[in-house]
Every structure is written in structure tokens, then in C-alpha cells.
């Protein structure tokens, strides 16, 4: 694309809901490819891709609101075919969270204005989200008021150990914690102790805050970036300057916003979230458990384009692809399309990683 | 098509080689349709399809002979582009065996004369056969001397219960036992008796003779039938009489020639075979323990266009299908194909008619 930024937005808004679109990944090959991550998938309910299932949650917002996504280059194609109405803004490179953050609060800043964001990753999962969109309209109305970098901290449901945690102190202002602090994914003992405690919240990526008071966090915590985007971020706007914003961008050392921002920054509040189901969908195991709850048990999720003949506890995804039919088969994962299938055992789904090693070692890369 | 007779012999051959092409079934599905049953698959080794390796058989036959196919008139097609060089016989429609033979029998002597003809399945698999051409050409001298119906008899390598057998006798000319009795599939008890015995071959529904003599034994045994093949067969080779033909084949009482000729036929001979490998190959089990004996062992059998991660025991079909990528699996069969997946356990191969079914119940004919 020669354009960077694409404008969709109609007036002044009151709040921008920021999606992270970057992810790149093949985890759920075969469907997934790397021009066509997951947040492009149509694993939320009713058949929505998850992008555009993070942008519709926030339609029932108290503010009015525009959507931005901020995307690969290469994926701002899709984000438009699958979101119309947002506003794109891409990156030419990824460089982690902490810079497109940076390079999307600049933006943000330029075009509306000093307006509360909630930035939100486009590839997790939620259902039930009538509670965390409260939780993010308080969360608005505080960062609009006061100089916070918050974030949503979800109440853990087990002794997750794929996730980071935030330790919440003290409770503040419209229910928000203070942060003691952030940590690395823990081991099962610890994660137990954590969900004992009732202190320690799921670290879910989410954040709320208003563009300047970020940008001053990164001003303070990354001095080398803040140069970068402060120019960048205004340039975007203007289609003749995309080729100088990716030379720019080639100068920024990837970090996440965790460690180069959050956790060294001392205005940062949590805002526990609850009452709802989240899930960073991080493989076809964590798939097919959504997909069977959602079916309402163990039995075999099949789709319309497959079917099941003594067989128990299989996951099949078919649509777009041949008809799948299983025979005498137990706890499989089996996922078709038109140019691939993959036959899994549930459990081994992390294994998925090998067959494209594999498939990159023969060559075969138009199915990566 | 408007001819049942594609003639495309060159010179007066010295013997017929008659190929049965006539069968359906689904118990192959999903490489195999309605419209392209076993026979049609590439089953045989080096991709051969099983009516092609069935063809090239005997090549090493040492009278000239000439290739004719019977087959039903849906098939025409895939017949002429199989086997370009073979001549054609469509039948109208399936009437079993007996008529079929009878129907080829007439045309062989009326187009040929009364060379002796040999007859054999297009869907069996057989491997190694040098031997088994060696009992054909004795087969063949003997039939063209005497007035004989002379079947092939297969000896037994275990207590199959999934074939009829042919009780042997007194050996007579040119290795030839008379034939003391037909029996129908045994239990296993019986057949482990017939093992033990001796006496007893499988019967592979292979024969040799002159058409004259087999239609002096269809108008003794089969007297209503006689008259319309001794009719149809000559009428078929004027394409201006294919309606015709097929108006009198509607007449016709479908029968297997075990039942309605052989069994009480008292000129019929058995030639033992043996120094091959023999099978009906009548299931995805069947085929997957013939790829594994000929991938020289019980690992996975993949081919080029699928591969195997952590997985054990399993067979896959994918030419010109979707790649197949198996992760963590054991002992499957998977076979895809461009519309159609299936993911079959091994050893129940045979529950294949119950997706058959469930297609036909879904309105899903085109699959099958």
C-alpha cells in the first residue's frame, strides 16, 4: 500500500477504541496462514472473525466512539475487507507494542485529539462482554479526568501458567487498583498461590488511556522511541510522507509496552474485569474447548460441513473446505481447506508448529 | 454413449482377455464415487489404477491376444481413457455376472470366432504375478483344445472367511483338478478346516474358455437367457442396434455365473494358483495393509502430498487431494480428496457405507 493511514472517521469522537492487529502466526494452520492470522479467523460466535468481534463489543460504549485499527502493511487489505468502517492505520514493520502503541497515540493525538483510547488486541476471544464494557466505560471516564496509564486486569478462573499476572494493591478512584506490579508467566505452584491470594489479575493486554499522557510515559521511559513517533505519528497522516515513515520506522528497537512502559511507569492503575469469558485462543486445543462449551458439551463439534459416525470428542472445522467425514474416531481435532488438512490430537495442537518447519523444509511455503 | 462396441482390436488374436469392469460401490469413498468405483483408482503399484495393472498383466501372455472390457455404459468413458488401446463392451445395464459373460461371449465368437477367451475381475489387485500368467497361458492351451470351463483357484495363505472356495479334486491335463463343489463364505471354524485340508481355493472369479463352450453351458443351464444374449451379442456390434440391445437386456434376470452356470455345470476344471500375492481389495483396511506391506513395514504411509508429525500406523491417500498433515495420530486412515475428507480409524474401514448413507440422507448425492 502506498498509504499508511486511511481516514473513515466521520466526526469528533469522545473516545477512540484502538485494535491491535499486528499478530502475525500460523498456530492455527491450516486455516491460518501468515498473511492470514487469527485475528482474521471466523472463530467468534455466529461466524464473526475475531477482529470484527472486538470491534462490535464495543458498540454498546457510553461514548461515541471511532474505531482505529492499527495493522501490518500487508494485512491492512484485510482489516478493510473485514472492518469498512474503521480507520486503518498501518505499520510498515512490526516492532512490538511499546512503538505501535506510541506510533498510534501520535496519530490519535494529531487527527482527534487528546481523547480517551481503550487499545484492545484484535485476536482474543470474549463472550459475555456486557460487564467489560462497563468496566471500560468507567475506565474512559477516569483516563479522561486524570493523568493514568490503566489497564484490565481479568480475575483469574484457574492456576493459569500461559499468562502473564498483575499484582493489584490499593483501590482508588471508580474501582481502579493501584499496581504493585507486573509478572513473567508463573509455574503451577506459584500460579495456585497467585489464585489463592485474590490479588493477582490476568495481564490481558488491554489498556485505556488518553494519547498524551502515554506519550509522556514513553517520552520518560523510552527516550529513543518517543522522537521516532512523535514524527512519525503526525507524518502518517499524510499520504506523500508513507515512504519516510517506513524509513523511520526501521530505526526502532521492538519492546513491548509491558516492559517498556508499564512496569516502569508509576501512574498505572488496573481495573479488575469479571463476569465474562475471555481467552487468548492460542491454539486449536484452546479452539476446541471454546468451540465444545459452546456447543454445550463434550460431544463432537462438526459444522454444517462434516459429520461424525461413531466417533466421540472430535473438533472439525470444514467451512470453505472438502466435507470432513470421521469414522470411528476419538478426540481429534481436524481442520479442512481447500489446499490442506491437518488431523490432530487433541492435546498435541502446540505440535502444529512443526508441520510448517516442516512444510517450510520442503518447500511447500504457498502453504505457510 | 450411442455404441456399446468400441472396437479397437487390430488382427485375429489367438485369445481374448476379457476384463469385468462392470462393478460399483462407495467402499472406497471418498476417492472412490458412484460414477468411479474401484477399478478406476490408482491402487496398483507406481499409481497404476487397478484396471490398468489388470490389463497390463498379460503382457507376458504368450498367445497374441487382443483386450476387451465389459463395462456398464457410464463407464465407457473412463474405460477409453484408461486403457485407450482396449476394445469396449458397455452393457446397458449391471445384470450380474452370467449375463455379462454370456453377453461378451456371443460378441468374442461373432467378432473373433471361437479363440478362448480369459476372463477377469478389473478391481483385484495381484502382485507378483509372473506365475499366475504361466497358469493362464496352460489355461488358455487347454480351453482351446477342450471343451472345458476352466476357473482359477487360489491357494488359501490363511482362514479367510470373505471368500467362497472351490472344493479341488482329481488332477487331470495340464495341472488341471476337477471341480468337486462351489461353497459359499465359510465361518471361520470351516474355513480353518479348508485350510487344513488342502482341498480347498479360494475362489477368485477368474475363467477361461471358449465362448462356445460357455454358451452351450448357458443354454443348458440358463435357458431363458441364452436366446437374448445369443440376440444381443451379435446385434451390439452394429451401433444402429444399441437401443435395441438395451431394450432386450431389460429383460434379463440378473445371476452370478457361480450360481447360475458353474455349480451345475459338469465340465468344469480348476487351475490352481499360487506364487502371488491375491486381493479383492474391499476396503480402505484392505488397501492400507497392502501400502504398508509394500512401504516395507507398519509405519506410516503417507505418499508425497501429506506427512506425519508424532504419529504412528497411519495411511494416507492425498494425491490430488488437500496435503494432509498428521499430528500426534495413531493407526488412521485419511483420505482426501478435493471435495470430500475421510478420517477413518483403522479396522473400521467397513463403516464407510454408514457416511455413504448420511450423504444420501443430507441431500448430499454429489458426494457420493
Redesign the interface.
Known amino acids: 500500500m502506498d498509504r499508511l493511514w486511511i481516514d473513515n472517521a466521520k466526526d469528533s469522537p469522545e473516545a477512540v477504541v484502538l485494535i491491535m492487529a499486528g499478530g502475525s502466526g500460523t498456530r492455527f494452520w491450516?486455516l491460518s496462514r501468515t498473511q492470514r492470522p487469527k485475528q482474521f479467523l471466523p472463530l467468534a460466535a455466529g461466524g464473526a472473525t475475531l477482529i470484527q468481534a472486538t470491534a462490535r463489543r464495543f458498540s454498546g460504549l457510553r461514548r461515541k466512539h471511532t474505531v482505529v485499527v492499527v495493522t501490518a502493511a500487508s494485512q491492512a487489505r484485510l482489516v478493510a475487507e473485514q472492518l469498512p468502517q474503521a480507520s486503518i492505520l498501518a505499520e510498515p514493520e512490526p516492532k512490538n507494542t511499546a512503538p505501535c502503541l506510541a506510533y498510534a497515540a501520535r496519530l490519535i493525538l494529531e487527527r482527534f485529539g487528546d481523547v480517551p483510547v481503550v487499545a484492545v488486541p484484535a485476536d482474543h476471544l470474549i463472550e459475555q462482554d456486557d460487564k467489560l464494557v462497563e468496566v471500560f466505560d468507567s475506565a474512559l471516564d477516569l483516563a479522561d479526568q486524570d493523568a493514568i496509564l490503566a489497564t484490565i486486569g481479568i480475575a483469574p478462573t484457574g492456576p493459569e501458567t500461559g499468562f502473564g499476572y498483575i499484582k493489584a494493591g490499593a483501590v482508588g478512584k471508580a474501582g481502579a487498583r493501584a499496581v504493585e506490579q507486573f509478572v513473567e508467566k508463573p509455574d503451577r505452584a506459584t500460579a495456585e498461590e497467585y489464585l489463592r491470594s485474590g490479588n493477582y489479575l490476568w495481564n490481558a493486554g488491554m489498556f485505556i488511556w488518553r494519547p498524551s499522557v502515554f506519550l509522556q510515559a514513553v517520552k520518560a521511559t523510552l527516550p529513543e522511541l518517543f522522537p521516532i513517533v512523535d514524527k512519525v505519528g503526525k507524518e502518517v497522516i499524510n499520504a506523500e510522507r508513507a515512504g519516510e515513515v517506513a524509513s523511520q520506522f526501521k530505526q526502532i528497537t521492538p519492546i513491548s509496552v509491558d516492559h517498556g512502559v508499564m512496569e516502569k511507569a508509576d501512574n498505572v492503575v488496573v481495573f479488575p474485569g469479571s463476569g465474562f469469558s475471555w481467552s487468548d485462543v492460542g491454539s486449536w486445543d484452546a479452539w476446541s474447548e471454546i468451540a465444545s462449551t459452546r456447543a454445550g458439551g463434550p460431544a463432537n463439534v462438526v459444522g454444517d460441513n462434516a459429520?461424525a459416525?461413531?466417533s466421540n470428542g472430535c473438533m472439525v472445522s470444514?467451512e470453505g473446505?472438502?466435507?470432513?467425514?470421521?469414522?470411528?474416531?476419538e478426540d481429534?481435532i481436524?481442520v479442512?481447506?481447500?489446499?490442506?488438512?491437518?488431523?490432530?490430537?487433541k492435546?498435541?495442537?502446540q505440535?502444529?508448529k512443526?508441520?510448517i518447519d516442516?512444510l517450510r523444509e520442503?518447500g511447500?511455503t504457498d502453504?505457510v
Chains 1, 2 share one sequence.
Open positions: 491450516p459429520f459416525v461413531d470444514s473446505g472438502p466435507l470432513v467425514a470421521l469414522v470411528g474416531v481429534l481436524v479442512s481447506t481447500k489446499d490442506a488438512v491437518l488431523v490432530c490430537k492435546g498435541d495442537s505440535q502444529v512443526k508441520v516442516l520442503r511447500k502453504l
